[in-house]
DNA sequence: CTGAAAGCGCTTACAG
DNA sequence: CTGAAAGCGCTTACAG
């Protein structure tokens, strides 16, 4: 007998089929005995169900919710997560699934909360969110968690929540590995390093925070010599951004280089004034589109990227794992650090996990 | 109706959903008008066939050949597509897979004709392979070709096979890449850079041409005084190249900076003479573990991945998919150039696609 | 609490 | 050349 199925397992505890599935899914309705004689014989046999015989049965629809930021265009890092679960939906070709969107007006917490209870009437079988507002999250998770529905963590994580799947990248190491390039990029005797934090006021800045932390402990622990001026453009209304940038990019030729712990960099290139000798090296994160055009141009040096299509694609397949196997799942999968250049985006760029 | 069955196209058609499976997959034995009626129908229909009910209805085994170089050690490049290569085949639950391997000695083309031989009296659905030697393995490919089996080719290409896939890297992009990096972190008039080029005598280096190529490509548009010296350091035997390296390591204080085009990057920090201060920075490709020591040791500034595990993992996951599916399919894919120092080595080392 | 039977969408002999 | 039937390993009512 080659691998069991749930025959051998029925013959050799003297039930039926029906029971054994009874109890392999814990469906109740079987005496306590008969099913300590069937989880025996299950352990003994090594009994695995067939995933396959099993969806192509049940004909089950799974349905996947996801509760994140609005991905509004190409420039808008949530963009890509999106792409990455609808890529991963569209491949799975082994289950019936189902994608329930609930997208939020990031910097609205007020529409968080609004979306959260749409996606929780709408009864999903698993969930995808990411903690951009994390208290209000939390009180979204328990819910999940008494409905015994599953759900993956995408970007930042909440340890302390039931998540079976949790993907995203060490905010702080990857300040760290900015500072490190910089470090090999700089002269001896270098100017001040300008770290510019632009952010919204509405949304927390734990991961700027972070990568800014790692930045300045690397120096700290490699180079304490080096100046490092720290300059926090806080915007309610996008627009005003040029002008709260101005005064500080003015000043650009005091500075060696200029660290962007988030997705803004471009806003640092499109301000910076038009002379151009002596810039500084400028350092920033993700590839949106408007930074691939500028790191093509030669107007961005560094990208750190943490491969947010992936991120959606694995979250997917966790919770579908989760959600086909019918078993807990508690899994933390750490992006890569990548990081890019004029010279190898080509790669980066075409979809890849 | 849902998406339609093999039911909904028999019924349309007017025959038998035997009739159908069989102009399905090309089994003959219908006449041509009852053929041509069926495809109508399921162009009509869009039918696409469940391929999960076919392999559960099939019970059918897929052989998964592969004829790679042996996977000597961690210290091994060809460890790792073969462990790409295994996790893949683990992880899939959907079919039933077997692998039949064919490993041989990487400086020995004798033995890898007689391993290509073993492998095709296996008869395998499908082959992974690797370009080592190309000359021998065309001459195989074309069996394959005669015997309707599949193959995907990963490490380099063969574009006029008729591989159904490949993936590997850019190579001569991926020198540009080490180019690059060097430009940035030399000072502004520096000294020589040493291309060290470490390769056995018995294969080709055509992998080691292009990656120099795009290297010097790079300094030649960028910054053209910049002095660039080749050495090649050609073994037959492994255990002689410290001695073949010494004369050109003893004056490594005339260079500003080392590229090792190859994986060999770990020999040269071996080999370098004691002294501390001064080294030149120094940069190779590939994460076999000795490199990744010396990566965290300070030893070794940068290396370039091509994710070998990746490649390993692709390549069975699209092999499968043509035998599954029964399509013809002739897909690229191309790996990132990664950069991996100190800082950022740590995601990279945990297995990931 | 338990079992027997039908069915998921295909494939595979077998009969004609 | 074509069809009817059994079976892949499960799940799901239904009956008792």
Redesign the interface.
């Known amino acids: 007998m080659n691998t069991p199925g749930i025959k051998d397992v029925a013959k050799k505890a003297n039930v039926s089929i029906g029971t054994v599935d009874r109890v392999v899914h814990n469906r109740g309705q079987v005496s306590e005995k008969t099913k300590q004689r069937v989880l025996e014989v299950i352990e003994e046999l090594n009994y695995v169900p067939?995933?396959?015989?099993s969806?192509?049965s049940s004909q089950k629809i799974y349905r996947i919710g996801i509760l994140l930021p609005t991905p509004v265009d190409i420039n808008n890092y949530w963009h890509y997560p999106v792409e990455g679960i609808k890529r991963a939906l569209r491949e799975i070709?082994?289950f019936n699934t189902e994608l329930i969107e609930s997208f939020y007006d990031i910097n609205d917490p007020d529409d968080f909360n609004k979306k959260k209870e749409a996606l929780i009437s709408e009864n999903p079988d698993g969930v995808i969110a990411a903690p951009v507002y994390a208290k209000e999250l939390k009180a979204f998770l328990s819910v999940l968690n008494n409905k015994s529905i599953k759900y993956a963590l995408i970007d930042s994580d909440l340890e302390d929540s039931k998540r079976s799947f949790f993907t995203g990248?060490?905010t702080y190491?990857?300040g760290?590995?900015a500072a490190?390039?910089l470090h090999?990029?700089l002269?001896?005797n270098p100017k001040p390093i300008l770290v510019c934090r632009i952010y919204s006021s509405i949304q927390g800045t734990p991961t700027i925070h972070q990568r800014e932390n790692g930045f300045i402990e690397?120096f700290k622990a490699v180079n304490p010599s080096q100046r490092i001026y720290i300059e926090s453009i806080e915007y309610q209304d996008e627009e005003v951004i040029p002008t709260l940038l101005q005064p500080t990019l003015e000043n650009y030729e005091k500075y060696s280089a200029i660290f962007v712990p988030n997705s803004k960099s471009h806003l640092v290139v499109k301000n910076l004034p038009v002379s151009s000798l002596n810039k500084p090296l400028l350092i920033g994160y993700d590839l949106i589109e408007q930074n691939k055009v500028y790191l093509k141009d030669g107007k961005i040096?560094f990208l750190l990227s943490q491969r947010p299509i992936?991120q959606g694609f694995k979250a997917v397949n966790a919770i579908l794992k989760v959600l086909v196997e019918k078993k807990e799942l508690n899994l933390v999968?750490?992006?890569?650090?990548?990081?890019i250049?004029?010279?190898?985006l080509?790669?980066?760029e075409?979809l890849?996990?």
Chains 1, 2 share one sequence.
């Open positions: 067939n995933t396959i015989a969806s192509l070709n082994t990248q060490n190491q990857s760290r590995v490190q390039l090999y990029c002269p001896a690397f040096d992936s999968d750490d992006i890569p650090i990548d990081i250049t004029k010279e190898n080509s790669a980066y075409h890849n996990l």
